[in-house]
């Protein structure tokens, strides 16, 4: 996969998509673990966003892929927060 990665065509994720990367930008770029947890949190919101389409269609390939990468971050997110409560 290039630089630009997979395209998905969907409305609804083409418009969260640069909500998201901000979001991972802002984790991936903070050293302080309190810091990484809410952005995490702000990413779980936006990830549900993605996780609970509406015009999901579960015969789409952009669909699957769409709920594949929501899931990743979800799951990424999640940990973070869990980290937070262990510090």
Not at 23 to 51: H, M, P, T, Y
Not at 72 to 79: E, M, N, V, Y
């Amino acid at each position: 996969m290039g630089k630009e990665g997979a395209k998905i065509n969907c409305a609804i994720f083409q418009k969260q998509e640069p909500i998201t990367k901000h979001i991972i930008d802002k984790i991936n770029g903070s050293k302080d673990v309190k810091d990484k947890a809410e952005f995490a949190e702000e990413l779980q919101k936006e990830v549900d966003v993605l996780l609970s389409c509406q015009d999901y269609k579960d015969t789409s390939i952009d669909c699957e892929n769409c709920r594949f990468v929501a899931n990743l971050r979800k799951r990424t997110a999640d940990i973070i927060v869990k980290v937070k409560k262990l510090a």
